[in-house]
């Protein structure tokens, strides 16, 4: 039995039918082509599909669509502004803190909550504020530099 | 040619697609009408399928078929091993099991429906027989006898094979030491954080099948998929889209992918699988699996004699496309960074109930540096004396190389001893003694470990290789003066979109963003190998170099005709060819043309009327508009260069680390790592740092935590992340890196590669560390990974 929800994702709103069964990672990507958040471990592990649900960092491949009913929810795609953008996207680019890119769009969402949350973080914050995303090819120390540039930059805006 | 990119730490021109959530992996190309597959796989590691009832299935909502074993036993070709051995055993490894199902996670059969979650559901109604059947786990207690997988081949023995030479028995008689260690190398899970996947088109009109997979070897995967379905190989295309990490993991042609080919072409539709993690786990290979017995003979005076290696291999229930390979990588590289008279390896490769090993990260270098550099260590503590002078003792001098070893190698270029050095200079290596032995007398265990390895890269000269260790590129000028690099690698996230387009951009004299490197694609691409063994900037890096010089051959002539002057006269600065006279003061005095301002419509040949200078561009256009060309000159310019490279390179380092262990937990805490590395020349050293840095902490995974976990029943334990320890950002150190740098005189770039330098190298110097740490109970050796209970049982006793 489908569900009706409505859903605002990157400041549109969404409505549709969806199974109570649908994960939101399968609803962002498949019914709304928002295909940046990424599928990594489906046990909530691996953070690839962090999105921002009301500001908070969820993984969305445990959630369910008919959970996120009535939310706001922010997605790797939504992160620039009026093509500027994000600092921590910046901060990935200039410190080269991804190689094959498909833990980045989670981690750059888990990162952002962790500046929010702390402006000013210190090394050891930034990675114990990363645990829940994993990255199997940067080895991590050009993550922690990408958001220490962000912190920074977002500090100075 | 004058440097403006090449050695410049250049921010990568693939990054804003991806940091943008823009880029399309395989489950992001979206296709009309797409059916997908799910796979019902053995909860067996051992069993005989008795009957497979389909019917609930085939009733489900959305389900378009369902194939099993007895569907494509006649039709598609087995899975491919490309390995050459002598009397090597291959067993017939079908696409769906047919009869019997050999590991955890062996596929039986395929479901297709409209929708992947009724996909799922309807394989779940499928309702599987088995007969249950005697499992072989343990790959020592396999080699020797037990249940046999394969009836026809007697026993679980694969092959067995000696590599080396030298006299080990006189070496080791004429050793004043044998030391002795049995080391088991576990069986790790490459986890590329993106799984596998496949999507396939078939146009029945055409007769054409486009395949998206999530691959490092696009091409080889057209010309083994073609076979395997019996489809022309002009009428398979192979695109990888972007690609979330391969590890060796994608240098394969898997059961799943010529399945869907062949399903695409059934159906007339396309047809997508998605891996999920845990078949994952289960059913991509895995790596390392070795156990093996070292023994080293040495002198008094820490000189090495000879090494020896024991060693059986778990290859699993199948061969995929390496793996019975993988242990003669381990051969080769047992000399390590050192002179070693004579050396021998005797590895048996065995038949298990569990998932094919295959090449990870390294693919048998770890191994053979493990085993190389725990020696060392354990010959230091045998005969008293610091592991340093150990190894200083028989580096080979700079000047020896090329560099014989007595397994069969030659060593392009090094400099060991510089490498060491710089290590303990930037670790502080004496100072850090005195604080350990400070540490040690305030009852803190501290241990200081370290690694000097080498490497094999540049896989490899093709006599060396199963078929072909060229690479090939194509570089084109367009006419509106973009410049288009075709490379037969595929870059799965190592950057080479950049790094290349840094090599074109210095050689042609243009700007970076002039430069498009195109990867991945068998309709767009000339035929290439692909990108493994830390050989796409080393071998497919100067395919592209040559390309462009013989590129640049052509526009000489061309900007010689046109400029009234000889070919050899021109001077080439900055994009331009100059007349003689006009060297010095062309460049400022003539505009270049902008890159993409050319007017649409017909292109305005260049007005070359008493011009003296031609940028490379206008070449280019002079090129394809044709009119002004020398006689006899094609149309056009391009060139294609295959290069064969004439040996392996052999990229160093020293690796230094400093831990703490924790005597109540038995955690591992890092204090400090420091690596230095020499990777011959480097064209960017952000993404030389960022190999490094990815390399070493998958070594810590296997040093710390990493394992993968079948039980007495060869039932896969660690099936999902939640069971498979992957290193945490909070858990890693700071890494403090420095280079030393020895041009390789293998290719005209001097590059050695680093794809694998971190893997190889840092394993060894953390365990190193581990063991010194614990060396005050009396501990000598530990196996991986070294988990806190583990390490706490040593200190407890």
Redesign the interface.
């Known amino acids: 039995m489908k569900q009706a929800i409505s859903i605002n994702v990157n400041e549109v709103d969404h409505r549709d039918e969806v199974e109570p069964r649908l994960l939101l990672v399968h609803y962002l990507r498949d019914l709304l082509g928002l295909t940046g958040t990424h599928v990594g471990c489906e046990t909530s592990i691996c953070g690839a599909c962090t999105i921002l649900v009301d500001g908070q960092a969820v993984k969305s491949c445990t959630m369910f669509a008919v959970q996120a009913d009535g939310a706001n929810i922010t997605t790797i795609e939504g992160l620039a502004t009026n093509g500027n953008l994000h600092p921590m996207q910046e901060g990935f680019w200039e410190k080269h803190g991804l190689q094959c890119g498909y833990c980045t769009p989670g981690m750059i969402i888990a990162a952002t909550q962790l500046i929010d949350r702390n402006p000013n973080p210190s090394r050891d914050e930034i990675r114990h504020g990363l645990e829940g995303n994993l990255c199997r090819c940067t080895g991590y120390q050009h993550i922690v530099e990408a958001v220490e540039y962000a912190a920074k930059k977002k500090a100075d805006l | 040619m004058a440097a403006k990119y090449v050695g410049k730490r250049i ?2 021109t ?3 697609r ?8 395989v ?2 190309v ?1 296709l009309p009408d797409t059916l997908h597959v799910a796979f019902v796989r053995s909860i067996y590691a051992h069993a005989r399928i008795t009957s497979i009832d389909v019917t609930e299935a085939l009733k489900a909502p959305g389900v378009v078929a369902v194939y099993t074993g007895k569907d494509i036993a006649t039709t598609v070709g087995p899975v491919p091993c490309a390995a050459a051995l002598p009397d090597l055993k291959i067993p017939d490894y079908r696409v769906l099991a047919t009869g019997k199902a050999l590991f955890v996670g062996h596929p039986i059969a395929a479901v297709v429906a409209t929708d992947r ?1 009724l996909a799922r559901d309807a394989a779940d109604l499928i309702s599987v027989d088995y007969e249950e059947l005697p499992v072989a786990v343990d790959v020592e207690a396999s080699a020797k006898g037990g249940p046999v997988i394969h009836e026809q081949f007697g026993s679980n023995i694969a092959y067995t094979l000696t590599s080396g030479e030298g006299d080990i028995e006189a070496a080791l008689k004429s050793a004043d030491h044998i030391v002795t260690q049995r080391m088991v190398h576990q069986r790790l899970a490459p ?4 799984g596998r996947g496949v999507l396939a088109r078939y146009f029945p009109g055409e007769e054409e099948l486009t395949l998206w997979s999530s691959t490092q070897i696009p091409h080889l995967m057209r010309t083994q998929v073609a076979l395997m379905i019996g489809l022309p190989e002009n009428k398979l295309r192979v695109i990888t889209p ?4 391969g ?1 060796g993991s994608k240098l394969n042609v898997y059961a799943e992918e010529a399945l869907l080919a062949w399903i695409s072409i059934q159906l007339g539709k396309p047809v997508k699988w ?1 891996e ?3 078949e994952n786990m289960q059913a991509t290979i895995h790596g390392r699996a070795q156990v093996g017995t070292v023994e080293v003979g040495c002198k008094n005076d820490g000189t090495i004699t000879g090494l020896r290696y024991n060693v059986v291999a778990d290859l699993g229930a199948y061969h995929q496309l390496l793996t019975p390979a993988i242990p003669t990588l381990t051969g080769l590289m047992l000399s390590g960074a050192y002179r070693i008279p004579a050396i021998q390896m005797n590895v048996t490769g065995v038949f298990t109930n569990k998932m094919s090993t295959d090449a990870y990260r390294g693919a048998g270098r770890p191994e053979a540096t493990y085993v190389v550099e725990r020696a060392m260590d354990i010959v230091a503590a045998e005969l008293k004396i610091d592991p340093v002078e150990v190894r200083r003792k028989n580096f080979p001098a700079k000047t020896e190389f090329p560099f014989h070893t007595a397994t069969g190698l030659d060593y392009d270029s090094g400099d060991y001893e510089a490498a060491l050095d710089k290590a303990l200079n930037l670790s502080g290596y004496a100072k850090l003694r005195a604080e350990q032995a400070k540490a040690r007398a305030a009852g803190k265990l501290i241990g200081i470990g370290m690694s000097s390895y080498v490497e094999i890269c540049a896989l490899g000269p093709s006599q060396a290789m199963p078929a072909g260790g060229w690479e090939s590129a194509t570089v084109r000028i367009e006419p509106t003066g973009t410049v288009t690099v075709l490379t037969g690698a595929s870059p ?4 080479q979109e950049t790094s290349f387009a840094q090599i074109a951009a210095d050689e042609l004299g243009v700007d970076l963003n002039a430069v498009t490197v195109i990867h991945g694609d068998t309709a767009i691409v000339q035929y290439g190998i692909g990108t493994f063994g830390s050989r796409a900037t080393a071998v497919g890096g100067t395919a592209v170099l040559i390309a462009i010089q013989k590129l640049k051959e052509k526009a000489a002539k061309i900007a010689a005709h046109v400029l009234r002057c000889e070919a050899s006269s021109l001077a080439f600065e900055g994009g331009r060819y100059s007349r003689p006279s006009a060297a010095a003061a062309s460049a400022v005095s003539e505009p270049d043309v902008a890159v993409g301002e050319a007017p649409a419509g017909a292109l305005p040949e260049p007005d070359t009327e008493g011009r003296s200078t031609l940028t490379i561009q206008e070449i280019a256009l002079i090129a394809h508009i044709a009119k002004e060309l020398p006689p006899d000159t094609e149309p056009g310019l391009s060139a294609t260069y295959f290069f064969e490279p004439k040996n392996f390179t052999f990229p160093f380092g020293t690796h230094i680390c400093v831990v703490e262990i924790d005597k109540e937990t038995g955690e591992t805490k890092f204090l400090r790592y420091v690596a230095v590395d020499d990777c011959g020349k480097v064209i960017n050293p ?2 030389v ?2 190999q ?7 070594a810590i995974g296997q040093a710390l935590y990493e394992e993968v976990v079948y039980d007495e029943q060869g039932q896969l334990v660690t099936g ?3 069971d498979y320890a ?1 290193p ?3 858990q ?1 150190p ?2 403090e890196l420095d280079r030393t740098e020895t041009p390789s005189p293998v290719n005209p770039l001097g590059v050695k590669g680093v794809g694998e330098a ?1 893997t190889i190298g840092a394993t060894p110097a953390v365990v190193n560390a581990i063991v010194d740490a614990l060396s005050p109970y009396g501990v000598k050796h530990l196996d991986m990974p070294a988990r806190p209970e583990a390490v706490w049982k040593l200190i407890t006793g």
């Not at chain 2, 490094?692 to 998958?698: A, K, L, S, Y």
């Open positions: 921010k990568r693939e990054d804003p991806l940091i943008k959530g823009l880029a399309h992996y489950d992001d979206r979650y986890v590329a954080m993106e972007e690609v979330g990490g590890f998605i999920s993690r845990r799965h996230g190592q950057g952000l993404l740092d960022g490094i840095h990815g390399g070493i902490v998958q999902e992340l939640m992957l945490k950002a909070s890693m700071w890494f971190g």
